[in-house]
């Protein structure tokens, strides 16, 4: 079980804001960072880069200020008794870097409209929201694979993924990071195990099957859907990453309804 006491987004401070509290909150403190700030980790202040998030448990002493023009954070000031909140494996008082922010800002904002909002399931929702965001928090700690880039590549990403019919290349990919098409390609496969362009087809590829299952295009509007100027190319394609053609693919589909209803 979960109580809110207070959670803000986009609290913005200006350049001499401090927030010292030698004898901590009765309760947990979650804040996270969206720009600059200087932080006191084991008696020493140490500055810490934008996106990054800090767990400070009960009675922990806490201790943050701005270190720029303003300081703008999410915080959340809450008491719960779940496991994945009171045994997490997250450090305390110590600041770790954020893998994606943006997700962890919209789990923020709909934490915000639960709590203020007085809805049927208001608890329920809190639980999961704030489970969700302990989860994304342990990807984050864990994960090891930040690089200077790293949001950018993220967004990029999240970008193919969302629009995977838009007219991909690597060229154009380099230039709205403003990197070289070869050094993207370098830092894409090292930051996500694969390749730009094999992210487009496969990406490409899971909506088209989609579309073939469940839709009722013909195979020559789905290859447009999807980002196929050519549909023999489509097919080709296709057939590489699946190891069938489009329609054979697409003939599944009553065999698939078959099954669902036990024949």
Not at 77 to 106: E, I, N, Q, W
Not at 229 to 235: A, D, L, P, S
Request: glycine fraction near 4%.
């Amino acid at each position: 079980m979960n109580q809110i006491y207070y959670v803000e987004c986009d609290a913005t401070h200006a350049s001499n804001f401090v927030f010292d509290m030698p004898q901590g909150h009765r309760c947990w403190l979650l804040v996270m960072t969206k720009t600059p700030a200087l932080f006191s980790v084991d008696g020493t202040l140490k500055q810490y880069p934008a996106h990054s998030a800090v767990l400070y448990p009960a009675y922990q002493k806490i201790y943050y200020r701005a270190c720029a023009d303003s300081f703008v954070n999410n915080w959340i000031r809450f008491d719960s008794d779940d496991a994945y909140v009171t045994k997490t494996s997250l450090p305390f008082g110590t600041p770790f870097a954020l893998d994606d922010p943006d997700y962890c800002h919209k789990l923020f904002e709909l934490l915000v409209v639960e709590h203020n909002f007085n809805r049927d399931y208001r608890d329920s929702s809190i639980n999961c929201l704030l489970r969700t965001l302990f989860n994304k928090l342990l990807e984050a700690y864990f994960y090891e694979g930040f690089s200077a880039q790293y949001y950018n590549l993220l967004k990029l990403r999240i970008a193919i993924q969302n629009n995977p019919g838009e007219p991909w290349s690597v060229p154009k990919m380099a230039d709205v990071l403003r990197l070289s098409p070869g050094y993207l390609q370098i830092l894409y496969k090292k930051t996500f195990g694969i390749s730009c362009m094999e992210d487009v087809i496969n990406c490409r590829i899971r909506l088209a099957k989609e579309y073939l299952l469940h839709g009722s295009q013909s195979i020559a509007e789905i290859a447009f859907q999807c980002g196929y100027q050519h549909v023999e190319h489509f097919c080709r394609q296709f057939k590489k990453v699946t190891g069938s053609t489009p329609r054979s693919f697409q003939l599944q589909r009553p065999l698939t309804r078959m099954a669902s209803d036990g024949s």
